[in-house]
């Protein structure tokens, strides 16, 4: 095959206790899915789930037990983390019913849904797309991913961020709005989905800002740490 210029590298994500890794295909990210973060964005209520999406290579590989390093993105004076719960697709499918669900999916991970939230909010204010805020470079740092095989499902559990020590998301993933079954079932209603596909599942309450030199370290009960720190 003759390209007018290299092929990029495959975006893959290690499996955690294996030699094997996922190759990623497409990212998705559930907005507003736990109550208290909704409510803090100023909204209330079980709406319908709602997507946007990252591009695979805003991905940010951080093995356990190593810091990771995210440069201060351009364009924005207010970087807000996000910590979530992320579902990895290992079976593809249209219309998957929640029932189903936990038969396409290969495992979890912990990542971080990074947000240039002055970007975003002037994209909501003005009824535009979000990309700006959620889709740039490195907005995606994400741990290794766990079997399912060797978590089981997993509906509940410890979700958490500190910010150089201090902690400032805390919750619980049976808080989510709209399950990972659920989820899948509504995002499979409007795109296929295929191995390789990511979930963000959605963030709890307390996101807020990060500056130059921050340290994140966030976690999922069972899933170990995701430590990040803003160049």
Known sequence: MNYVFPLPPAVSIPVHGTEQRFPV???YCVGRNYVEHAKEMGFTGREPPFFFMKPADAI???PHGETGSIRYPLGT???HHEIEMVVAIGKGGEKIAAADAAAHVF???VGLDMTRRDLQGEAK???RPWEIGKGFDQSAPIGPIHPVSKTGWMEEGEISLLVNGKLTQQSTIDKLIWNVAETIEHLSSYWALAPGDLIFSGTPEGVAAVV???LMVGSVSGLGELKVKVA
């Open 212 to 214: 130059r030199g921050d």
């Open 125 to 127: 204010k003005a009824g």
């Open 60 to 62: 940010v590989y951080v």
């Open 25 to 27: 295909r497409r990212i």
């Open 77 to 79: 004076s207010s970087l």
């Open 107 to 109: 495992g979890y991970a």
